[in-house]
């Protein structure tokens, strides 16, 4: 009878084991529809304890941030215990659809997810209207190469079917580019009701040809067919003819398309009788419509004869105006007329090209003849000047023999004043009661505070932690948490524990998982993902 038992037992086990142990693993897409060079989040769970392989996932994507999570859920008096893990990834490849294989955890996998890459503009459609629409313009069909030109960028939103604007995706672009403003109005179009984003961009183009300017993308929440979820929609195209420099502009002048260049002359008093010796003061001012000041280059300049003249440093200055760049250059000279008579300043001819013409000009500033007369203080200064010289050094040969001995001791009593003077300064500087040394903070030590908080899932000990590990960090919490997504969910998960009124149970492995996570600051010299603001602020 034993023996029966024993064996109906082994059957048991054989044939219900396989089931009763195989985790239940799932996995999801924050979206399917994404753009080149856009992010997406896997997330993987399992009641399992084996971690996934994400090594397959290394031939497809850039895996760039990994955060692991627990969750403990009672239902029916039975306790269930999940991880869960969310991976940010980015496509390396440009295949329109790109499959994320399946992902094994120990003897378990997950399921492939397909997901589809868009390249041309979409718009999301509900009812027959655009619920969603980017747009894009340029102010100009043609322009020349370093001509100012003005992209605008629309975002249309219908009230009450688009819930959140995430992520503004700019394309990659070979010119100078710089973001002058960003508006936001309402707008009945068609019975509808739109919010509208309004963002325009400075470009520069740098060489000829033709320029291609792809698609913006942007990601966004939207209700489509009664369902909530992601959306990327993508705006129009755009092909601009980027002309080179005419022909017939001159060769050696610095290129200036333009729609208007003035160039001024001020001087500090005027110039028509002065003496010699006097000092004038001449400020030549270029200004641009359509360049930025680093764009206009120095003034031409010769040497005359009769002057000297002390240049100072140029001031720039930049405004913007209706879109449109002003740039200004400011050139002063300290002018000191030495040579009595008539002296001529030459003709000031700056070259640019106007682009509402189409046509080569030239600002000037006209000759100026000055009329400096002889200043007879001026000519006996500078004799005496030469005559002092001389004797101050048949002086020095007579007498140097005869003062070694005092030139002994007034060396002795400079050293000696010196050294009691630098005694005086360490004097003052020391503190007349001497604090304590500070205290080296270790940054590990700050960590395993954090570390230990959290895993002791008390909420204020964490906090008094993660405060004392911020004020070694070069950015504040509120900077840390604006640019690392996870880490702001964990502090605002923290503060709901500390100050809610209702009671919580707060865990603090998300907290701990996104410290040791948090990537390091990066500086970004091109246009970056934008992060759009709200699209109803509060």
């Given at each position: 009878?034993?023996?029966k038992?024993?064996?109906?037992i082994l059957?048991?086990?054989l044939?219900v084991?396989?089931f009763?142990?195989?985790?239940?693993?799932k996995?999801?897409?924050?979206k399917?529809?994404?753009?080149?060079n856009?992010?997406?989040?896997?997330?993987?769970?399992s009641?399992?304890s084996?971690?996934?392989?994400l090594?397959?996932?290394?031939?497809l994507?850039?895996i760039?941030g990994?955060?692991?999570s627990?969750e403990?859920v009672?239902?029916?008096?039975?306790t269930?215990?999940?991880?869960?893990?969310?991976?940010?990834?980015k496509?390396?490849t440009q295949?329109?659809g790109?499959?994320i294989p399946?992902?094994n955890?120990?003897q378990?996998?997950?399921?492939p997810?397909?997901?589809k890459l868009?390249?041309q503009?979409?718009?999301?459609?509900a009812?027959?209207?655009?619920i969603?629409?980017v747009?894009?313009t340029?102010?100009?069909?043609a322009?020349?190469?370093?001509e100012?030109l003005?992209?605008?960028?629309?975002i249309?939103?219908?009230?009450?079917?688009?819930?959140?604007l995430?992520?503004?995706?700019p394309?990659?672009?070979d010119v100078?580019?710089?973001?002058?403003n960003?508006?936001?109005?309402?707008?009945?179009i068609n019975g509808i009701?739109?919010?509208?984003?309004?963002r325009s961009?400075a470009?520069?183009?740098?060489k000829?040809?033709q320029?291609?300017?792809?698609?913006f993308?942007l990601t966004a929440?939207v209700k489509e067919?009664g369902?909530t979820q992601?959306?990327?929609?993508?705006?129009n195209?755009?092909t601009i003819k980027i002309?080179?420099?005419?022909?017939?502009?001159p060769k050696?002048?610095?290129?200036?398309p333009a729609?208007?260049?003035?160039l001024?002359?001020?001087w500090?008093k005027?110039p028509?009788?002065?003496?010699q010796?006097?000092?004038?003061i001449?400020t030549?001012?270029?200004?641009?419509e359509?360049?930025?000041?680093?764009q206009?280059?120095a003034?031409?300049?010769?040497?005359?004869?009769g002057l000297?003249?002390?240049?100072?440093?140029?001031k720039?200055?930049d405004?913007w105006?209706?879109?449109?760049p002003?740039?200004?250059r400011?050139?002063?000279d300290?002018i000191?007329p030495?040579q009595?008579g008539e002296?001529t300043?030459p003709?000031i001819?700056?070259?640019?090209?106007?682009?509402?013409?189409d046509?080569?000009?030239?600002a000037t500033?006209?000759?100026r003849?000055?009329?400096?007369a002889?200043?007879?203080?001026?000519?006996s200064?500078?004799?005496?000047?030469n005559n002092d010289?001389?004797?101050?050094?048949?002086?020095?040969?007579v007498t140097?023999?005869?003062l070694w001995i005092?030139q002994?001791?007034?060396?002795?009593?400079?050293?000696?004043t010196i050294i009691?003077f630098?005694?005086?300064?360490y004097a003052?500087k020391?503190?007349?009661?001497i604090?304590?040394?500070?205290?080296?903070?270790?940054?590990?030590?700050?960590?395993d505070?954090?570390?230990?908080?959290?895993?002791?899932?008390d909420?204020q000990?964490t906090?008094?932690?993660?405060?004392?590990?911020v004020?070694?960090q070069?950015?504040?919490?509120t900077?840390?948490?604006a640019?690392?997504a996870p880490?702001?969910?964990?502090?605002?998960?923290l503060n709901?524990?500390?100050?809610?009124?209702?009671?919580?149970?707060?865990q603090?492995?998300n907290?701990?998982?996104?410290v040791?996570?948090l990537?390091?600051k990066?500086?970004?010299?091109?246009v970056?993902?934008t992060?759009?603001?709200?699209?109803?602020?509060k």
């Amino acid at each position: 009878m034993m023996i029966k038992r024993l064996f109906a037992i082994l059957l048991l086990l054989l044939f219900v084991s396989p089931f009763t142990l195989a985790a239940n693993v799932k996995a999801s897409i924050d979206k399917t529809e994404i753009v080149l060079n856009e992010t997406i989040n896997l997330t993987i769970t399992s009641d399992g304890s084996d971690a996934p392989d994400l090594e397959p996932l290394k031939n497809l994507f850039d895996i760039l941030g990994i955060q692991e999570s627990r969750e403990v859920v009672y239902v029916n008096g039975q306790t269930t215990s999940f991880r869960r893990w969310t991976i940010n990834l980015k496509p390396t490849t440009q295949a329109k659809g790109i499959v994320i294989p399946p992902i094994n955890l120990g003897q378990d996998k997950t399921d492939p997810i397909t997901i589809k890459l868009i390249d041309q503009p979409t718009n999301v459609v509900a009812n027959g209207h655009d619920i969603l629409k980017v747009e894009t313009t340029l102010n100009k069909d043609a322009a020349y190469v370093q001509e100012q030109l003005v992209l605008t960028l629309r975002i249309y939103a219908a009230d009450g079917q688009v819930y959140r604007l995430n992520n503004l995706i700019p394309p990659a672009l070979d010119v100078n580019i710089k973001q002058l403003n960003n508006t936001q109005h309402e707008e009945q179009i068609n019975g509808i009701h739109y919010s509208i984003i309004e963002r325009s961009y400075a470009i520069s183009p740098q060489k000829s040809g033709q320029l291609k300017i792809p698609s913006f993308a942007l990601t966004a929440l939207v209700k489509e067919d009664g369902r909530t979820q992601n959306k990327t929609v993508t705006s129009n195209e755009l092909t601009i003819k980027i002309k080179p420099k005419p022909t017939n502009y001159p060769k050696n002048a610095p290129w200036l398309p333009a729609k208007n260049i003035t160039l001024t002359e001020h001087w500090d008093k005027m110039p028509n009788n002065v003496l010699q010796g006097d000092t004038l003061i001449r400020t030549l001012s270029i200004t641009a419509e359509g360049l930025t000041s680093d764009q206009l280059g120095a003034l031409p300049t010769t040497s005359i004869a009769g002057l000297r003249n002390y240049p100072e440093q140029p001031k720039l200055a930049d405004d913007w105006q209706q879109d449109l760049p002003i740039g200004t250059r400011e050139e002063k000279d300290l002018i000191i007329p030495i040579q009595a008579g008539e002296i001529t300043l030459p003709e000031i001819k700056v070259a640019w090209w106007n682009t509402e013409t189409d046509k080569l000009e030239y600002a000037t500033i006209a000759e100026r003849k000055i009329q400096v007369a002889s200043n007879p203080a001026f000519n006996s200064t500078t004799t005496t000047a030469n005559n002092d010289t001389q004797l101050t050094t048949v002086i020095k040969k007579v007498t140097s023999s005869n003062l070694w001995i005092w030139q002994l001791l007034t060396g002795i009593f400079a050293i000696t004043t010196i050294i009691g003077f630098a005694l005086w300064i360490y004097a003052r500087k020391q503190p007349a009661i001497i604090k304590p040394d500070t205290p080296v903070i270790n940054p590990k030590t700050l960590l395993d505070d954090i570390k230990r908080a959290c895993q002791e899932h008390d909420p204020q000990a964490t906090r008094i932690a993660l405060d004392n590990w911020v004020k070694q960090q070069p950015e504040n919490l509120t900077e840390l948490v604006a640019r690392y997504a996870p880490l702001a969910e964990a502090v605002e998960d923290l503060n709901k524990a500390l100050y809610s009124e209702t009671s919580y149970t707060w865990q603090g492995d998300n907290l701990w998982q996104a410290v040791q996570n948090l990537p390091p600051k990066e500086e970004v010299a091109t246009v970056n993902n934008t992060i759009i603001p709200p699209l109803y602020p509060k």
